[in-house]
Every structure is written in structure tokens, then in C-alpha cells.
């Protein structure tokens, strides 16, 4: 009641077949190459990230005068303005209320409790989406080889891949002046998924990071 050699060979097919279901290192890496960012990014040290307080309707973010750090995240800022990061923000905007003060009305609390922001901060700077989150663009990141991949489902790959980076000419200058920036990873994790036009990155990118 054995299985014969020629019953076995399909199921062999078929089994190498679905070990073989997702893309290859050439077309995953093409995908990436096509779709992922090529702007890599650091962080700031998390004193700076814990200490400025952003004001988001006026897209800025500002140190209060009172914090131990406050010299040092200011000179942090002050590297960021150097490298064209950032821009301090006006005299104008300066004497104005802070974001959360403005947005109340004068019956919960009136102008007499209210403090210019040139009172409350050492310093404003314009933020763009990423220093919101406290990172910056610190260098130019270029895919080189895939590394290794993980099935989420049969539409779905995790893809891990090594990158090179080409850092910006002012990292130096920004990472002694905000002491503990810290850099992007080497290796990457990017969500490739396949529709009819072949492999590529996934919208949502839920993956990133060593």
C-alpha cells in the first residue's frame, strides 16, 4: 500500500512551488528601489524631544527658559538653523500668546493671565513634519542588497534590506552640538505587496527599522 515515485513527484512540485511564492531578491529590490524613501533620518537626543514644547497650529517649536537643558537644546536647535534645518522664528511671533493660550477665550482666561511667548521661551523655530517628531534629514540612504524575507500572507512580504548612507556635510556639527543624535539604521524593513503590476512597497509601511 505504498505511494508510487510517480504520485510523489507532483506533491514536490507543488510543495516547492509555494516555498517559492514571493519575490525574488532582484524583484524585491527592484520594488524598493522604486518606492522607498531615499531620505534617511536621525533623531534628536530625548532631552530636546522631552523639553520643546510644540506649538502645532503655528508649526513651530519653542524651550522654555526654566530647564536645566535649556541652553544645551537651544544650542541643539541653534545647529539645525546652520544646516538650513530649520529657521528661528520672528520678533513678531515672539511677543504673541503661545499656541494653547491664544486658543482659549478671554473668559477662561483673560489677558491679564496671559504671557507672550519672549516670556515663557528661550527660542522658537519653525518645525516640518519630521521635526514635529523630533528627527531631521541626516543623510541619503540608497537600497544595495535584500538580506532576508518573512511571509505575512501569500500577497504580503516583510522585507529586510541593507542600505548605504551618504550623510549630510553638517551631521558632525549637529551631533556634537546636540550631543546623542542618533543615526538611521543600516539594515531596513519594508511591507512589499503584490497586485497585478508586479511587487512593490506597501502603502502603510508598517515596518521600519532594524
Not at 76 to 101: I, Q
Not at 138 to 167: G, I, R, S, W
Request: glycine share 4%; charged share 25%.
Amino acid at each position: 500500500m505504498g505511494f508510487s515515485n510517480r504520485a510523489l513527484v507532483p506533491v514536490g512540485l507543488v510543495l516547492v512551488a509555494a516555498c517559492g511564492s514571493g519575490p525574488s531578491k532582484s524583484d524585491a529590490l527592484q520594488a524598493i528601489n522604486k518606492d522607498a524613501k531615499t531620505d534617511a533620518l536621525c533623531t534628536l537626543p530625548i532631552e530636546a524631544i522631552s523639553s520643546l514644547k510644540n506649538q502645532y497650529s503655528t508649526k513651530a517649536t519653542c524651550i522654555p527658559k526654566d530647564l536645566a537643558v535649556t541652553a544645551r537644546v537651544k544650542s541643539c536647535m541653534d545647529a539645525l538653523v546652520a544646516a538650513k534645518l530649520s529657521t528661528p522664528m520672528s520678533a513678531a511671533y515672539m511677543r504673541e500668546w503661545p499656541d494653547d493660550v491664544a486658543a482659549k477665550s478671554l473668559s477662561d482666561l483673560p489677558a491679564y493671565d496671559r504671557k507672550a511667548r519672549e516670556v515663557l521661551y528661550a527660542g522658537c523655530w519653525s518645525i516640518d513634519e519630521h521635526l514635529r517628531q523630533g528627527q531631521f534629514v541626516c543623510a541619503k540612504a540608497t537600497p544595495e542588497k535584500v538580506l532576508d524575507q518573512t511571509k505575512v500572507d501569500d500577497a504580503h512580504y516583510d522585507v529586510k534590506y541593507m542600505q548605504t548612507l551618504a550623510p549630510i556635510d553638517t551631521l558632525g556639527e549637529i551631533d556634537k552640538a546636540c550631543a546623542g543624535v542618533t543615526k538611521p539604521p543600516s539594515d531596513v524593513t519594508v511591507r512589499l505587496e503584490k497586485s497585478s503590476a508586479g511587487w512593490s512597497v506597501a502603502p502603510s509601511n508598517p515596518v521600519i527599522g532594524k
